[in-house]
């Protein structure tokens, strides 16, 4: 056994591991929204729940139900491109005048979120989706 062959056979997994990403991300992403929405799992600090079509509660429901979206892969690039814009105005409305650093003024989730959000709009959802399925069964009716 060479030492490329474990690399190659790691790599070749990269697709799926992109769906994992994509799945695991959405899923804690939907939490945020359900939480301001609903205080499901956990109430907000605050232990209310959004006022009705306040930002925070038009945030909670493009998480809760753009997460969705991504959690199942439908509609991928184009939720991913938006919710990526919501997150980094989250951040600079929220949280970068706290301070420069996001381990300081409480911004890691949005940036991260912001930047796999990112990363999800260009190269989809991976072949664990609904996006895939649709395009597969797309290609088998040419």
């Known amino acids: 056994m060479t030492a490329s062959n474990p690399v190659a056979k790691w790599s070749a997994l ?7 990403l994509r799945i695991v991300a959405a899923f804690l992403f939907i939490a945020s929204g359900t939480s301001k929405l609903f205080a499901f799992p956990a109430p907000m600090p605050e232990g209310v729940t959004a006022p009705v079509f306040s930002q925070i509660w038009i945030g909670g429901v493009l998480e809760t139900f753009g997460g969705g979206l991504l959690l199942i892969g439908l509609f991928t ?6 919710l990526s814009g919501m997150m980094a105005v989250a ?5 970068a005048s706290g301070s420069f ?5 409480g911004g890691v989730p949005a940036v991260l979120y912001c930047f796999v959000w990112l990363y999800l709009s260009a190269a989809g959802a ?5 996006d895939a399925l649709r395009e597969r069964r797309h290609a088998g009716s040419r």
Do not use: T, V
Request: a positive charge; hydrophobic letters at 45%.
């Open 77 to 82: 690039r184009p939720a991913a491109f938006i």
């Open 126 to 130: 991976g072949p664990w989706s609904l």
């Open 101 to 105: 650093w996001p381990s300081i003024n």
């Open 14 to 20: 990269a697709p799926y591991l992109q769906s994992l």
């Open 91 to 95: 951040y600079f409305q929220f949280h």
